[in-house]
């Protein structure tokens, strides 16, 4: 049984190898190494904190970050969503971002944004049919292993909010 369901601390081991899967395939992130706990908690907001859970173990994880200090951006997030590759292709990052969305509009949260590499054609495909917009490519924005790498800016401002 697949499900989506809060996060726990206890959880955050499991993420930390899901994570480095991400950084393995060289389009899913600019990190090159996984945080720590600490760095972790600090970055990413600790509402709307989600995991995919299938037969028992953690398979996933969504979760969202600030894109700023001002009060008038308050409500615009950005998502990070990955997924254990034993699991990719098989509907479950549609099933964690349909509860992200979910989630983050409870929590009032009005627009969600992805920055993704335009190679990832999956993270561009599923976050589409989430109601994503394209709002752009920032041109290099940042190197991946001494490479500059575009990225796709995605936007999804929500209906009920």
């Known amino acids: 049984m697949i499900r989506v369901r809060d996060f726990y601390q206890d959880d955050f081991p499991r993420i930390q190898q899901i994570f480095r899967q991400g950084i393995a395939t060289g389009n899913a992130t600019f990190s090159t190494e996984v945080k720590d706990w600490d760095q972790w908690d600090r970055d990413y907001c600790r509402d709307c904190r989600l995991v995919l859970e299938a037969a028992g173990r953690v398979m996933g994880y969504a979760v969202i970050s600030p894109l700023s200090t001002m009060p008038a951006y308050g409500g615009m997030v950005e998502d990070s969503l990955y997924i254990d590759r034993a699991l990719w292709g098989k509907g479950a990052g549609n099933l964690l971002l349909a509860a992200l969305v979910e989630a983050t509009e409870k929590a009032g949260y009005w627009t ?26 920032l041109e290099r924005p940042g190197q991946l292993n001494g490479i500059w790498r575009d990225v796709v800016l995605m936007e999804r401002r929500s209906k009920v909010i």
């Open 112 to 137: 969600l944004h992805a920055r993704i590499f335009p190679e990832n054609n999956a993270s561009i495909a599923l976050h589409k049919s989430h109601g994503f917009r394209l709002v752009g490519t």
